[in-house]
């Protein structure tokens, strides 16, 4: 049962967190009661309770007590243009006054359709989903009939939505356990391999013939929080097309963050098929699964009747809706006719200096970490000894960087930071817009100096 909002603390910044957002307190006092740890989405939970944000424009976003901060959720990634993109808003009013939802196919889906294809490598058809665990869900589903096999391999930490066949070892159960609620039977469809070293798994395939497909996170566990070797996608793309099973790349985050045509396009590696999600949909609700015409033609009436082969069948009430499509369309040609992907990459780069150099500064031994638009920072909550000038992720491993998070500490970071105007996602990190600019940094920077001065205060930075 969640604890009420004014329940005592003993640390300043929770203190002063709680003395900032009392409307947030109230909203959530009300909320506790209605939903489950009062709470609509997991990564939003935050002891004592999370910020309440009213409104939002370009980089920034004001919560209920009219604070603002500079925001680094990016509605969970799905923002590459920023909040309110005058473009994308006006396109989804002006097709929210035309219809929200006809129930049937309409042209703004076949322009959408047109941009995914021109930008994405492997993109030769697409289907629309509502979300990206959707996405994963029939990606999965697709593989498994193409080839007439069963098993799937995933990587340890690596996140392909909530639903049952992707759950165990993505979030927690690291040690192959099973899921409170899911069947054994399913999670023993799948084989969860580690990626320090690709080798174990180019054997696996070597060894075995039951494999339908190997998914993986392009841009490494978390969109990087633990990154892959240099070369390991391109590795698999060699050793799963020489043994006949289907790579397929999970693009959700790096779907046109990572370049316009998302990390297969940067990697140079066209996989079979690809999830996407979040920036696909410009920002409101949807996915797609995309990929060869051989295998998404299992999805069509027609091919299959031709072929003699039991079509894959596909429903959705939302899938490729209007006001998705509307948003979608104005936002992908953005991307395509434009840099925004280049100006989101090249501030977070400078992004993530300042902050390397905020910790150097202050002596804190953690690490800042990151590609594309993305950065992540390592709070070291066993105290090792870390150098933040030189902090390379890959030498710590899964263990150090993702497994053995200490919550609270991340807690107190997120709220230190909010006290200082910047909202952070708890991996701890952030994805960053087109929009952010050198003020956003400068801010940042030294919300950041201010935050880790506070954490030494009440002795939370260990390894000094």
């Given at each position: ?280 949909a410009g920002g409101l609700p949807g996915g797609a699964v995309a990929g060869r015409r051989d295998i998404m033609d299992l999805l069509d009436f027609a091919a299959t009747r031709a072929g003699k082969r039991e079509k894959v069948g596909h429903q959705g009430t939302y899938n490729a809706n209007p006001l998705s499509a509307a948003a979608a369309v104005t936002a992908l040609d953005i991307v395509a006719t434009t840099d925004a992907c280049a100006r989101a990459n090249a501030t977070t780069a400078r992004l993530r200096d300042a902050m390397r150099q905020v910790l150097v500064e202050e002596g804190v031994p953690w690490g800042v970490s990151g590609e594309a638009s993305a950065f992540h920072i390592f709070p070291n909550p066993s105290g090792l000894k870390v150098d933040p000038a030189s902090f390379e992720p890959l030498k710590y491993g899964f263990k150090v960087l993702k497994g053995a998070r200490d919550g609270a500490l ?55």
């Amino acid at each position: 049962m969640a604890m009420p909002a004014d329940a005592p603390t003993n640390s300043t910044i929770v203190a002063d967190y709680r003395a900032r957002t009392q409307a947030s307190a109230a909203l959530f006092e009300r909320a506790r009661h209605l939903f489950p740890s009062g709470i609509t989405h997991d990564t939003r939970y935050l002891d004592p309770y999370p910020l309440y944000v009213q409104r939002a424009q370009g980089a920034r976003k004001w919560c209920a007590d009219g604070h603002d901060y500079v925001d680094y959720f990016g509605g969970h990634g799905a923002l590459l243009l920023g909040h309110g993109h005058p473009a994308v808003v006006e396109a989804v009013q002006r097709q929210a006054a035309i219809g929200t939802h006809f129930g049937a196919s309409h042209e703004l889906e076949v322009r959408w359709a047109e941009l995914v294809t021109r930008l994405v490598p492997c993109a030769q058809k697409v289907r629309f989903t509502s979300s990206g665990t959707e996405a994963s869900h029939m990606v999965l589903r697709l593989a498994r009939a193409f080839t007439g096999k069963l098993k799937i391999v995933r990587f340890t930490g690596h996140f392909h939505g909530w639903h049952d066949q992707v759950v165990a070892g993505a979030v927690s159960h690291y040690d192959g356990g099973v899921p409170v609620g899911v069947l054994p039977s399913i999670v023993d469809l799948s084989i969860v391999m580690p990626t320090d070293d690709v080798a174990p798994t180019v054997k696996l395939l070597e060894e075995r013939d039951d494999i339908a497909a190997v998914i993986i996170e392009a841009s490494g566990a978390s969109w990087g929080q633990v990154p892959l070797p240099p070369g390991f996608i391109a590795v698999l793309r060699e050793a799963t097309a020489r043994r006949g099973v289907l790579l397929i790349l999970d693009e959700v985050i790096t779907g046109f963050r990572w370049s316009p045509g998302g990390a297969q396009a940067a990697l140079g590696v066209t996989p079979d098929l690809c999830i996407l999600a979040k920036i696909v949909a410009g920002g409101l609700p949807g996915g797609a699964v995309a990929g060869r015409r051989d295998i998404m033609d299992l999805l069509d009436f027609a091919a299959t009747r031709a072929g003699k082969r039991e079509k894959v069948g596909h429903q959705g009430t939302y899938n490729a809706n209007p006001l998705s499509a509307a948003a979608a369309v104005t936002a992908l040609d953005i991307v395509a006719t434009t840099d925004a992907c280049a100006r989101a990459n090249a501030t977070t780069a400078r992004l993530r200096d300042a902050m390397r150099q905020v910790l150097v500064e202050e002596g804190v031994p953690w690490g800042v970490s990151g590609e594309a638009s993305a950065f992540h920072i390592f709070p070291n909550p066993s105290g090792l000894k870390v150098d933040p000038a030189s902090f390379e992720p890959l030498k710590y491993g899964f263990k150090v960087l993702k497994g053995a998070r200490d919550g609270a500490l991340i807690g107190k970071l997120r709220m230190a930071l909010m006290n200082e105007g910047v909202d952070v996602m708890p991996s701890p990190g952030g994805l960053v817009s087109a929009v952010h600019d050198g003020r956003d940094i400068d801010h940042t920077a030294e919300a950041l100096r201010r935050a880790v001065r506070a954490l030494r205060a009440e002795r939370e930075i260990r390894g000094l």
